[in-house]
């Protein structure tokens, strides 16, 4: 399958000077469409081609992110278009007003180009979509279809969400850019809630700076002023979570941390979680108990309508304590407050590691283990997934994480860390 370039900078660019026409733009992202999508199945339903021409000749040029379509996850409510979850719940329960952040990137010129395919209501249960690279391969979840159209250039920005590891694994198996904010910098209202303490918005490009200008839309008070340090040091998370990895993905971030090292960069081992089998249990539990409050009426209401799987998550969180919610809760901000003073302490800029356990699984029933981005999840950090390389002809990635509110440097840093590691594996 041929798979297109499209980064959105260049695209923005291109449509701003006129160099390549709105119209004829939209002309060759239908072509690719109506060729790509029926063998990766990542939108929910073919782009309305005659709404996206007519929105797009009521926008000025001048717009940060002029023309650009946006691929928006299925969970995420935009204005005219049904949101369905990959659920058998009936579309009207799930309607209501548009996502800030649908609305934010409107304003900036957007056209709200498809529903992308999402597992139910953002948890296991996959949708038909497959990875671009390899159709016998899982394009990683909860966000699939957000990621797979990316890869596959059929839109070069799209809308997803991570409450596990849902942005960043999908990213680095289809190849592209990931980018989880910190949390609550880009607004969670009018997304269908699973987790209020976990919930995120990920935004998925294949490029780093077009993700900068995505980003300066989305997150609040962004500031494009921001000076780095030159070089950052980078912290290598070791111990029992790094030992998860299996070995390709030992192997390909060997490879990456050799270049980066070669590249100049200062690179210091730390031994960051006393426990983490414990932050994995804790995060669970956290999610089950607030995925039962989210969903309460809801499942009352449609429990036939639920999956088995997603339906015993609901009763499990419902024989959760209001205590042990509370103390879960309270762990979580402990395990942040951990991480950073541990930062200010070894003088770790940033933390790299693998974005998931090694390549996409084959087959599409299990969308791949989430445990290399859910602690950064469960910390609330900004974190990335760039493109590193591929084994096999399946691609592999770098995470890189950084404190909390450092979303901005965690971009720029990553202009030049993306060019160092793109082709390692």
């Known amino acids: ?9 260049e695209t923005v660019a291109q449509l701003q000077n006129g160099e390549l026409t709105l119209k004829d733009y939209l002309g060759e992202l239908r072509d690719r469409t109506e060729t790509i999508e029926p063998e990766i199945q990542s939108l929910v339903d073919e782009p309305e081609w005659e709404r996206l021409e007519s929105q797009s000749a009521e926008l000025d040029n001048d717009l940060p992110l002029y023309g650009v379509p946006v691929g928006v996850k299925d969970v995420i409510r935009a204005e005219g278009l049904p949101t369905k979850a990959n659920s058998d ?3 009207e329960a799930l309607a209501g007003p548009e996502a800030s952040c649908v609305t934010r990137l409107r304003k900036a010129g957007c056209l709200v180009f498809a529903k992308a395919v999402t597992t139910e209501f953002a948890t296991r249960k996959p949708g038909p979509t497959r990875n671009p690279h390899n159709l016998e391969h899982t394009p990683g979840g909860s966000s699939s279809g957000s990621a797979a159209a990316v890869a596959a250039g059929l839109c070069p920005l799209s809308l ?4 596990g590891g849902s942005t960043l694994r999908p990213a680095a198996f289809c190849g592209i850019v990931g980018f989880k904010s910190t949390f609550q910098r880009i607004p969670t209202d009018s997304v269908i809630e699973l987790s209020s303490s976990l919930d995120h918005v990920g935004v998925y490009t294949q490029d780093i700076a077009g993700m900068q200008e995505a980003a300066a839309v989305l997150c609040d008070d962004w500031d494009e002023d921001v000076d780095n340090p030159e070089e950052p040091t ?5 111990g029992a979570y790094l030992d998860q990895v299996s070995e390709i993905g030992a192997d390909a971030f060997a490879n990456q941390l050799t270049a980066l090292k070669e590249a100049g960069y200062e690179i210091t081992e730390v031994d960051l979680f006393d ?3 414990e932050a994995y249990d804790r995060h669970r539990t956290l999610m089950a108990a607030e995925i039962a ?4 009426e809801r499942f009352d209401a449609y429990e ?14 419902r024989a959760e304590t209001v205590e042990t919610l509370a103390r879960v809760r309270e762990y979580q901000d402990v395990f942040t407050a951990d991480i950073r003073e541990t930062m200010a302490e070894e003088e770790v800029d940033l933390w790299v590691c693998p974005p998931a356990l090694g390549t996409a699984p084959e087959g599409i029933e299990w969308t791949g283990d989430a445990s290399m981005n859910m602690p950064w999840t469960l910390a609330g950090m900004p974190a990335v997934s760039l493109p590193g390389g591929s084994v096999d002809g399946l691609p592999v ?3 890189v994480i950084a404190d909390t509110g450092e979303d901005e440097r965690l971009l720029q840093w990553c202009e030049e860390i993306a060019q160092v590691v793109a082709n390692t594996a």
Request: charged share 20%.
């Open 1 to 9: 399958m041929e798979l297109y370039s499209e980064p959105l900078a």
């Open 89 to 91: 719940v009936p579309a």
């Open 160 to 163: 997803g969400t991570q409450t």
């Open 234 to 238: 980078l912290g290598i998370p070791t």
């Open 275 to 277: 426990d983490i089998d």
């Open 293 to 296: 409050l989210a969903h309460h």
């Open 304 to 317: 036939d309508k639920y999956s088995e799987y997603l339906a015993e998550m609901v009763r499990d969180g």
């Open 397 to 399: 990635g770098l995470q």
